[in-house]
């Protein structure tokens, strides 16, 4: 909804002329989950702003945005709101920076003013807490790795010396604006001094952790490995996964489900491996199946159905023999 000017206690929208908000929600809500409020041609306008949060509120299912908050003390009022930002021209006219927007609305109850920053991986494993500030959110986001704030040595740069650096994936703040959380990729020998890959000691028995173990094994196996065998033969990898699938639906105790889940699951990751693909390439692909509207009825493929043949959900063309 692009806001024009107002007048009266009418605002002008954009393709609508004048009409109050009211209204206009009533016709959005029908087919709408998320409504951007631009201002066109005048000032930001928090009175407007604030009239559009109390109509979303009384909305189910409808999330508001604003574009282009001209401040980062506007940022931090819309944050205070629950109102998402969506910025564009004020960073393409240098106006407002990620870091400062960002900075805008994180709070910190120490003296130092640092925020805590929760330091994971891919797969979400805590690696370490470090502290971060303006300056140091300012380097991160230029330099698209670990930056943070020592409290003894200022700016630090994770691996500047030791080469274990971070690529940084994204950053999210928790609910109360006090403290963030690092995603990154770790490259190296890992994020701890102690040369292991977190400051609360090594992770085992997770997903991750096997992930990378298989990974590793491709070009690091030791002799006799079994992992390296599944690699260097097709058939026998998918010859123990089909078997280990068979035994998965045939267990029936809680115990014996979790063996063979177990057993799937390494099999499965060694697939996974043998191309290269981690667990953070499987993860994002969950997330995006988790956003379809529209869902493949499932059924299953017949006997003798090998790759390329058509899928037993492919719509039926009208007249195809």
């Given at each position: 909804?692009?806001?024009?000017?107002?007048?009266?206690?009418?605002?002008?929208i954009?393709?609508?002329?004048?009409?109050?908000l009211?209204?206009?929600?009533?016709?959005?809500?029908y087919?709408?989950t998320?409504l951007l409020?631009?201002?066109?041609?005048?000032?930001?306008?928090?009175?407007?702003v604030?009239?559009?949060?109390?109509?979303?509120a009384?909305?189910?299912?409808?999330?508001?945005?604003v574009?282009?908050?001209p401040?980062?003390d506007?940022?931090?009022?819309?944050?205070a709101?629950?109102?998402?930002?969506?910025?564009?021209?004020?960073?393409?006219?240098?106006?407002l920076?990620?870091?400062?927007?960002?900075?805008?609305?994180?709070?910190?109850?120490?003296?130092?003013?640092l925020?805590?920053?929760?330091?994971?991986?891919?797969?979400?494993?805590?690696?370490g807490?470090?502290?971060?500030?303006?300056?140091?959110?300012?380097?991160?986001?230029?330099?698209?790795?670990?930056v943070y704030w020592?409290?003894?040595?200022?700016?630090?740069?994770?691996?500047?010396?030791?080469?274990?650096?971070?690529?940084l994936i994204?950053?999210?703040i928790?609910?109360?604006?006090?403290?963030?959380?690092?995603?990154?990729?770790?490259?190296?020998?890992?994020?701890?001094?102690?040369?292991?890959?977190?400051?609360?000691?090594?992770?085992h028995?997770?997903?991750?952790?096997?992930?990378?173990?298989?990974i590793?094994?491709?070009?690091?196996?030791p002799?006799?490995?079994?992992t390296k065998?599944?690699?260097?033969?097709e058939?026998?990898?998918?010859?123990?996964l089909?078997?280990?699938?068979e035994?998965?639906?045939?267990?029936?105790?809680?115990?014996?489900?979790?063996f063979?889940?177990?057993?799937?699951?390494?099999f499965?990751?060694?697939?996974?491996?043998r191309?290269?693909?981690?667990?953070a390439?499987?993860?994002?692909?969950?997330?995006?199946?988790a956003?379809r509207v529209?869902?493949?009825?499932?059924n299953?493929?017949?006997?003798?159905?090998?790759?390329?043949?058509?899928?037993?959900?492919?719509?039926?063309?009208?007249?195809?023999?």
């Amino acid at each position: 909804m692009t806001v024009t000017g107002t007048d009266g206690d009418k605002v002008l929208i954009a393709g609508g002329g004048a009409g109050d908000l009211t209204n206009a929600m009533e016709e959005i809500s029908y087919y709408a989950t998320r409504l951007l409020l631009r201002f066109q041609g005048i000032a930001f306008d928090r009175s407007v702003v604030e009239s559009a949060k109390g109509l979303v509120a009384e909305l189910k299912g409808i999330m508001l945005n604003v574009e282009d908050p001209p401040t980062a003390d506007d940022v931090a009022f819309l944050d205070a709101k629950g109102i998402e930002s969506i910025l564009n021209k004020p960073l393409r006219d240098g106006s407002l920076t990620v870091a400062g927007a960002l900075g805008a609305v994180l709070v910190s109850d120490r003296p130092d003013g640092l925020i805590p920053t929760v330091v994971v991986d891919e797969d979400l494993v805590s690696l370490g807490l470090c502290y971060s500030n303006l300056e140091s959110l300012s380097e991160a986001f230029k330099r698209c790795c670990g930056v943070y704030w020592s409290r003894t040595r200022g700016l630090w740069i994770k691996g500047l010396t030791s080469g274990a650096t971070q690529e940084l994936i994204r950053i999210d703040i928790d609910c109360d604006r006090d403290s963030m959380r690092f995603v990154v990729r770790q490259a190296g020998c890992g994020f701890c001094h102690m040369n292991i890959s977190s400051c609360f000691g090594e992770d085992h028995g997770t997903l991750g952790a096997l992930m990378r173990t298989l990974i590793d094994r491709r070009n690091n196996a030791p002799a006799g490995s079994y992992t390296k065998r599944l690699f260097d033969d097709e058939a026998l990898l998918k010859s123990k996964l089909l078997e280990e699938c068979e035994e998965l639906m045939a267990a029936k105790d809680d115990r014996e489900v979790a063996f063979e889940t177990a057993d799937v699951i390494y099999f499965a990751f060694a697939a996974c491996a043998r191309h290269g693909v981690n667990l953070a390439a499987v993860q994002r692909s969950l997330a995006r199946k988790a956003l379809r509207v529209r869902r493949r009825p499932g059924n299953a493929k017949p006997a003798g159905w090998k790759p390329g043949d058509p899928s037993p959900d492919a719509p039926v063309v009208a007249g195809a023999k």
